[in-house]
């Protein structure tokens, strides 16, 4: 009766760990970083930005335990972050702030991303971003301010030019 307990007991295992194995959520996770197309006020000393990211998580298994540590030419408010889980085929975005220091018309930042897949085993990817200034010669300020689009009605079927399907449809 011993051995028939063992016996079951190691069938049960191997079932276990073949089931574990073969589950595609048990996959490792495949991590990826990119820095949102974004322009900054590089040129702008002493101008505090928010550096955004996005995470990505390509494949069906599951990143836990994720963290984040950065480096930059900027000075970072927040160079290491604890990020949690991203799920399969799922992503989050990353919020980094920072100062400019030093200005220029590119920023660098080098990121490494670490995680633990469901299996226990650590993984990590590290990206290097270069950031892009904003133009110079533009004020941004006043810029903000400004209403893109006139409220104005419109008068004429001129100001429809190419758009005369829309008009057919009201």
């Known amino acids: 009766s011993k051995n028939y307990l063992a016996e079951t007991c190691a069938k049960l ?11 595609p959520a048990n996959q490792p996770a ?27 998580n390509a494949s ?13 030419t900027l000075d970072l ?3 290491e972050q604890y990020l949690g889980t991203v799920g399969p085929q799922d992503g989050i975005e990353v919020s980094i702030p920072a100062t400019v220091e030093l200005p220029d018309d ?24 270069e950031l892009s200034s904003q133009r110079k010669d533009i004020d941004w300020d006043e810029l903000s301010a400004t209403q893109p689009f006139s409220l104005e ?18």
């Open 106 to 129: 590119l920023g660098l930042v080098t990121l490494t991303l670490k995680w633990t897949n469901l299996d226990g085993t650590r993984s990590q990817v590290v990206h290097e971003a």
């Open 60 to 72: 069906n298994g599951t990143a836990t335990d994720i963290s984040l540590e950065a480096s930059s």
């Open 77 to 79: 408010g927040k160079p």
């Open 30 to 56: 495949e991590l990826s970083i990119q820095a949102l197309e974004k322009k900054y006020p590089l040129y702008e000393d002493g101008a505090m930005v928010d550096l955004l990211f996005a995470i990505r």
């Open 153 to 170: 009605a419109i008068r004429s079927e001129r100001a429809f030019i190419g758009r005369h399907e829309t008009l057919r449809s009201l």
């Open 13 to 23: 295992a191997r079932f276990a760990e073949t089931r574990f194995s073969n589950d």
